[in-house]
């Protein structure tokens, strides 16, 4: 990530924690605390401390790209202009539609003769060569493009950014899952206790799971006429590789199996399927429904739960009532649907929920109870002629590794009752 990137990311990271403060006080209905007042004000000072840091660094940017018209080489075939400020971060290449021309060309002049582009022998290990096999050969996108790449994966994530994710360089991670509550008889416990008499010790009582990460790909077809032009091309490699990446990651958080993939909260042990109502009509939701699942939720503290609901499930949302009261209803009526609150809780309707009637119409999560771990070093990037030779057609290829699964392995008693609570809560199919 480049240094205007980083800052960036910093003044986000500074604005995150003055809301937290904010909506910490709102929350309590009351005013700042002395500490918090001094907080808050530091935070202020750095906030105006990174927007010219920021400003700065943009204007040194600009300069740079007006200065950056130069070429490498002795010009001629393959010789291309460096066109970006930062040629150690991009290569010298404009973007990764530009990236990929070269790497075709590079690709055609390894099967036909001819020269290869010397931004791509010049690039070191970010352009080095990765072999000649059918489906293998290729070169490393340079490191700015893989972040951008990256960056809008995150734009079109649904879950990742709301789930207990953590970047890891290995291939398998170890968690240590500790299924104890405050409530219960095992694991770290608080004890009163007379003046001299001794104290009882409790432990950790956690389980250690492996979480492999998992193999994703993009393999993606392009023609001859789209290889020869870099604008679109670098739009299809790049916003639609992302939007195919982020909607395959979280429909594996949702859903998966398990069995080289993430393990999906929809498809563990720790989803708890809350009954119909006797005599419910097939395709139906009553105010019962909802009322039955929001008292099964486990919070995890901090957490933000949310309800996911099909968007068959609104016309059934819509009329449903509690005498004659509306259950649901969004801000300013009609006006501002779909949006509102569910119980006091967000909906988001999602293409990841199941349809009308279907077990997991209406779900109600709280994420942080699903643990993701993502390969921190990005995406592999990689192009391969041979397979599809016979049809005139380039294929370029994502990869990235990704593990996930729910924290717990099953729904945890209460300390008062016998209902189970879990962070997954789903209603049960009304065929």
Known sequence: MNKLAELKKHLASLKARGLKLVEKADAEGREFTDAEETEYAAIEDDIEQANSD??????????????????????????????????????????????????????????????????????????????GSADGEGYMLPPQYRDAVWELVTGFDEFGPLIDEEPTDKREVKLNADETTPWGTSGIQSYWRAEGTPMDPSKLAGQERNVPL???????????????????????????????????????????????????????????????????????????NVINMFARLLRIPGDKPFWLINQDVLPELMVMTIGDKPVWMPPNGLVDAPGGFLLGLPIRFSEFAETLGAKGDVQLISPKGYYGARRSSGMKYATSIHLYFDYNMQAFRWVFRYGGQPHLSKPVAPNKGTATKSHFVALEERA
């Open 54 to 131: 920021i400003a700065r660094e943009e204007k040194a940017a600009e300069r740079r790209r007006q200065m950056a018209a130069v070429t490498i080489g002795g010009g001629g075939t393959g010789q291309n202009a460096v066109r970006d400020e930062n040629p150690e971060l991009t290569g010298g290449f404009a973007d990764i539609g530009e990236f990929a021309v070269a790497v075709h060309g590079a690709v055609n002049a390894g099967r036909l003769g001819g020269s290869i582009d010397s931004r791509l022998v010049a690039a070191g290990p970010t352009g080095s060569h990765m072999g």
């Open 214 to 288: 998992h193999e994703l790909y993009t393999l993606a077809l392009a023609t001859e006429e789209l290889l020869e032009d870099a604008p679109r091309l670098n739009n299809r490699l790049g916003r639609k590789a992302a939007q195919a990446i982020a909607w395959r990651k979280n429909q594996a958080i949702v859903e998966g199996t398990g069995s080289g993939m993430p393990l999906g909260w929809t498809k563990g042990k720790s989803q708890l399927i809350v009954p119909k109502e006797a005599g419910q009509g097939a395709k139906t939701l009553v105010a019962k």
